[in-house]
T-cell receptor, first 110, second 120 residues
Framework: QKEVEQDPGPLSVPEGAIVSLNCTYSNSAFQYFMWYRQYSRKGPELLMY??SSGNKEDGRFTAQVDKSSKYISLFIRDSQPSDSATYLC??????????WGLGTSLAVNP | EAQVTQNPRYLITVTGKKLTVTCSQNMNHEYMSWYRQDPGLGLRQIYYSMNVEVTDKGDVPEGYKVSRKEKRNFPLILESPSPNQTSLYFC???????????????????FGEGSRLTVL
């Protein structure tokens, strides 16, 4: 079993939809959680960072961490065609070693 | 402009021909790392460096070498490339040695645009 599981998709939604992206993990020691966005032919860029549990909101993006279920989510409200990208989750414990999900490919159709 | 610059962006080479992929960052970052990204395997760390003259193996170091003689540069060397090293390579940097030193870093890695390498 992989330490981090992420459905690769692809996920296709109409413009304006609410998008939910998820990762599950098995290591209860993880406490640093990140979402990166990767556009085609580009390097990943940090979108959201959460330490431990809880929610974090930034504009149209909300990151949630449920440590009891070992489950993290990224919600995108009012999705736009410019949100079309691959979304990677990443997480780490006290050893600071980043463990990456495989990424979910998202297409937002006008 | 703050950036991580990799060269070359695209390269086709043959088995056994030594090559170097350069990486340079202009943000005075202490931490630098190399990743490869493959379908179905995701991002895997090859080597990382927390400071000048300090390098450590990541998850898939076999067949690669790195050096960190200056803070800004972190070249990736393939001494004798093989077809299984065909991949998309990313260099990344981060401000502090500790990716998650609270109130200072947020675990953010700044990635280059990638170098697509094909070994025939």
């Amino acid at each position: 079993q992989k330490e981090v599981e992420q459905d690769p998709g692809p996920l296709s939604v109409p413009e304006g939809a609410i998008v939910s992206l998820n990762c599950t993990y098995s290591n209860s020691a993880f406490q640093y959680f990140m979402w990166y966005r990767q556009y085609s032919r580009k390097g990943p860029e940090l979108l959201m960072y959460t330490y431990s549990s809880g929610n974090k909101e930034d504009g149209r993006f909300t990151a949630q961490v449920d440590k009891s279920s070992k489950y993290i989510s990224l919600f995108i409200r009012d999705s736009q065609p410019s949100d079309s990208a691959t979304y990677l989750c990443a997480m780490a414990g006290n050893n600071r070693k980043l463990i990456w999900g495989l990424g979910t490919s998202l297409a937002v159709n006008p | 402009e703050a950036q991580v610059t990799q060269n070359p962006r695209y390269l086709i080479t043959v088995t056994g021909k030594k090559l170097t992929v350069t990486c340079s960052q202009n943000m005075n970052h202490e931490y630098m790392s190399w990743y490869r990204q493959d379908p179905g395997l995701g991002l895997r760390q090859i080597y990382y460096s927390m400071n000048v003259e300090v390098t450590d193996k990541g998850d898939v170091p076999e067949g690669y070498k790195v050096s960190r003689k200056e803070k800004r540069n972190f070249p990736l060397i393939l001494e004798s490339p093989s077809p299984n090293q065909t991949s998309l390579y990313f260099c990344a940097s981060s401000p502090g040695r500790d990716l998650f030193r609270l109130a200072v870093n947020t675990g953010e890695l700044f990635f280059g645009e990638g170098s697509r390498l094909t070994v025939l």
